[in-house]
């Protein structure tokens, strides 16, 4: 892959803002946070426009709670079409770690991640979208 130089214009101020950003992100240049920023506009678009993404779903749950490990399973089932793995780990005696990686359209995704954050005992639930590496 060939790397092009080109100018930027751009305020006093927003640099020094930039650098500081920068710095705190532990870049190691201003090249390289322009790039991820880059990725990272072309990856939300890639969400807007429905194309395939990749991802995570977290959730932090009471395993306790009655019959809420067998709604989520059944919840995983009826979407295994973008679900490709998950992983369940144990956080102490009473509450779960459940990180379901997903492959597919944006839209299911969100639906998938609504579903099983909204299922009673379900402390928190996160829904990560990145890109599948194409397009970007």
């Given at each position: 892959?060939?790397?092009?130089?080109?100018?930027?214009?751009?305020?006093?101020?927003?640099?020094?803002?930039?650098?500081?950003?920068?710095?705190?992100?532990?870049?190691?240049?201003?090249?390289?946070?322009?790039r991820d920023l880059?990725?990272?506009?072309?990856?939300?678009?890639?969400?807007?426009?429905?194309?395939?993404?990749s991802g995570a779903?977290?959730?932090?749950?009471?395993?306790?709670?009655?019959?809420?490990?067998?709604?989520?399973?059944?919840?995983?089932?009826?979407?295994?079409?973008?679900?490709?793995?998950?992983?369940?780990?144990?956080?102490?005696?009473?509450?779960?770690?459940?990180?379901?990686?997903?492959?597919?359209?944006?839209?299911?995704?969100?639906?998938?991640?609504?579903?099983?954050?909204?299922?009673?005992?379900?402390?928190?639930?996160?829904?990560?979208?990145?890109?599948?590496?194409?397009?970007?």
């Amino acid at each position: 892959m060939a790397l092009i130089r080109f100018g930027v214009s751009i305020e006093k101020d927003l640099l020094e803002k930039f650098d500081r950003f920068i710095k705190d992100k532990e870049y190691t240049n201003r090249s390289e946070a322009f790039r991820d920023l880059i990725r990272q506009e072309l990856i939300q678009k890639q969400w807007q426009t429905d194309q395939e993404i990749s991802g995570a779903i977290t959730l932090i749950y009471d395993h306790h709670k009655r019959e809420l490990v067998n709604k989520l399973m059944d919840i995983q089932h009826d979407f295994g079409g973008i679900i490709i793995s998950s992983q369940h780990i144990h956080l102490d005696h009473d509450h779960c770690l459940e990180i379901v990686a997903i492959k597919g359209s944006p839209k299911q995704a969100q639906k998938l991640a609504d579903s099983l954050k909204s299922v009673k005992g379900v402390k928190h639930g996160t829904l990560s979208m990145s890109a599948t590496g194409k397009g970007i």
